[in-house]
Structures are given as C-alpha cells and as structure tokens.
C-alpha cells in the first residue's frame, strides 16, 4: 500500500473484470450500499476473494442519503438496501421525507441492522467464494477473507444547521456507537460527515471529537469554474481538520483531492470511469460510466472523439505510457482497456503529484493550462470540436489559483 495517498476504488457492478486486472494500483474498495444488498451473494464473492487475494482493505457505503430523496419509482436495489436496514419505509415513494420521519426506533433498528450486515459480511457460500476465486487465476484461500477495514454507520446530508438532518446524522451515530460498544463488535466505526457546502462540512466536523472522518461534499464538482470558491473552502477545511488533528478521507474525489494531500487529506475513492463527484439528489439514478479517455495533463475524461483529434495533432500533449496506451491511440482502445488506463493514470498521478512542493504543482498546473490553450487555438477540426476543446482545460489555471491561495 502506498503511504502517499490512499487510493481506493468505488465498486460498481460492471467493474469487476478491470479490478481484477488492476490490483497493483489501487489501495481499497468502497462497495455501495446498494450494491451489496441487491446482488448480495455475487458482491461478496467478488470483494471477499479479491481482498483475500491482495488483502486490500475494503468498506461498505450505506448510501443512506438515498432514502432523503423520493423515490418516485424505486429500484429493487433501493428496496433491498431498505430490507437489509430492517425499515422497508424507508422508501419514499409518496411525499419527500422529513426528519421527523426518522423516529428513535428507526434509528436504533437501521443502526443495529447495518452493523450486522458488516460483521457478518465475511460470511459467504464457499461454492461462491471459489467461483469468484476461480477468475484470478491464482489460488486464493477462503481463509484470507477479512471483514470491513471499518464499519461506516448510515450518516445523512446536511444542508444547513437549519434543516433538522445533522440531529438525524448524529442519532445514527449515538445509536451505533452504543450498539457497537454494548455488543463488543471489533470492527472499529468510522464516521461519514456529508454536507452540501464545505462550510456546512467544516462546521459539523469542528463539532466532532473523531479522529477518522470521510468526507462527503455533495456535488462537489472539480472542473467547474463556479466550482473555485467551494474548492478553495474544501481546502481549507481540510487543513483545519488536519489542525484539529482529524485524519479524512473523501468518499468522492478526482485529480484534485489528489492535491489535497498536502494539506492532509490521507486518501479518496472514485468511481471507475467517473465518480468523482456525487450529488445526493442524483443517487436514485446511477448507471455504467460512459466511454470516455482520461488525459492524463488535464486529469479528465473527455469523450474520444475530441482525444483522438488531440492525440493525432498533439501527440506530446497526449502522451500515456501505461500499458494500455504508450503508442496506441484512444480511439484503438476498448471499454475495459479505457477503463484501466484512467485507474493507471490516478495511480500514477499519486506517485507523481502527492508529495510535490505546492510551487512546483502551481508552476506545473500553469505550463499546462497554457500549452492545452496554445494547442487549441492551433486545432484543425471543426468549429464544434474545438469550442468543446476550449471548454476543457480551464480548471488547470483553477486549481493552480486556489493552490496558490492556500498556501
Ligand atoms: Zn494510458
């Protein structure tokens, strides 16, 4: 495992052949909530023999913010994450849930039934273990299956003090704590502080005496110029969580939680192919990622038709020397080989931006910013290709600002 920054994937069902290929460059697993409950026995199988392979930690999501929603027409996985919580009403299918909806009772059934569910995670048919074993290609001992690296109590979005959610928020946890405690459950809890502004996240987590925190800004979109002022807070709350002595880790994050190493951020997770940013209200909708190439000196997707067009004109800008790409271009690549190559290209980026000196990063960011817009002003293609090509490398003088501004 490095120790620069600890890399963990988010698990999406469709993954599970490019996880089996990249086991050297990823750090952990976030299994969703919703993806453990629906297609239980297969998850399991899956997790449990990857993890056993290469012990890397892994933990489940509650993706509790779901049941803030309504949910107009509920998929199975949302009423089977409500069934393993033991509260089938959690499922709003009528009216918009409220606080007040989250009565004491709730509480203490969805915080003891979500604590079972992770102690008895380990527990699968080995008829199951060995078949998902089987795909590795390499012997894989049942008895190397582990448990969560930590239990992640259901936690909810915070909008404001206002709102009545952060009281819900911190029964959850009361409620899980003292479940945790009084049954001697050795699997430590690990508490998910999830607002929709960094201001809103830095206020709870000052309030909390915790030293692991994982972070969840809502929709907290890297490459958005409306996005710097948020950044710029995030930053700052995660340098005043680092005073604070707190240890974070974001459940979202892309190339610019990379950046956040250096004030302490210790690690996040991104969804392969996209996930790096998640929006609460968006959860009841979530599908398989787009085929799109991550460029490596923008750290961003883009679609591959606009990253061939680059890569043919810009060979030096495009450059990729993983194994999938070196002299291949993105349109030559196939589904799984695009999805590798961005999993490569992050694990490279922490090796290669981590523990650089904020100065070097601003400079870096900048020679970047100005050689993509140097590029694209030289771009022979069509008028709509290269306004979508403008709109593509800003964030780079973005970031380099609200580094500059941190410090
Ligand atoms: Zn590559």
Redesign the pocket.
């Known amino acids: 495992m490095t120790n620069l920054f600890e890399h963990y994937l988010s698990y999406g069902s469709t993954d599970q052949q490019t996880m089996r290929d990249l086991a050297a460059d990823f750090d952990g697993l976030v299994v969703p909530g919703t993806i453990a409950a629906f297609q239980a026995e297969g998850t399991r199988g899956f997790v449990l023999s990857l993890s056993a392979r290469s012990s890397d930690p892994y933990m489940i999501d509650s993706r509790f913010p779901l049941f803030q929603n309504q949910l107009r027409s509920p998929k199975k996985a949302h009423l089977m994450l409500a069934d393993v919580l033991g509260v089938p009403e959690l499922v709003h299918s009528n009216q918009l849930p409220t606080p007040s909806d989250f009565t004491d009772s709730l509480i203490d059934t969805v915080a003891q039934r979500w604590i079972e569910f992770n102690v008895g995670f380990d527990d699968v048919k080995l008829k199951t273990f060995d078949k998902y074993a089987a795909r590795l290609n390499e012997p894989v001992l049942p008895e190397n299956r582990q448990g969560p690296l930590a239990i992640l109590p259901p936690y909810t979005m915070v909008g404001d003090r206002g709102d009545g959610w952060a009281s819900v928020s911190d029964r959850l946890w009361e409620a899980s704590m003292a479940y945790a405690t009084s049954n001697a459950v050795s699997i430590p809890l690990r508490r998910v502080i999830a607002a929709t502004s960094a201001g809103m996240w830095d206020d709870i987590a000052a309030t909390v005496k915790h030293h692991e925190l994982i972070a969840w800004i809502s929709d907290l979109e890297e490459f958005r110029p409306e996005s710097a002022v948020e950044l710029y807070a995030y930053g700052q709350a995660i340098q005043r969580a680092t005073d604070r002595g707190q240890r974070v880790f974001a459940l979202y994050g892309g190339f610019f939680s990379v950046l956040l190493a250096r004030y302490g951020l210790v690690g996040s997770s991104h969804g392969i192919g996209f996930g790096e940013h998640r929006d609460y209200v968006e959860l009841p909708t979530s599908g398989a990622p787009p085929a799109r190439y ?1 460029v ?1 000196r923008l750290h961003k997707y883009v679609p591959v038709d606009i990253a061939q067009i680059l890569w043919l004109q810009f060979p030096q800008l495009m450059a ?7 002299t291949n271009a993105p349109a030559s690549l196939d589904y799984h080989a695009l999805m590798r ?1 961005s999993v ?2 992050r694990s490279r980026e922490i090796a290669e931006w981590a523990t650089l000196p904020t100065s070097d990063v601003v400079d870096r960011l900048g020679r970047d910013f100005a050689d993509f817009q140097e590029a694209v002003s030289r771009l022979v293609a069509p008028l709509n290709v290269t306004k979508r090509a403008d709109d593509m490398y800003g964030h780079l003088q973005m970031w380099a600002g609200i580094l500059q501004n941190l410090g």
């Open positions: 991550y490596p990729c020397e993983c194994e999938e790409c070196r190559h490569r290209a």
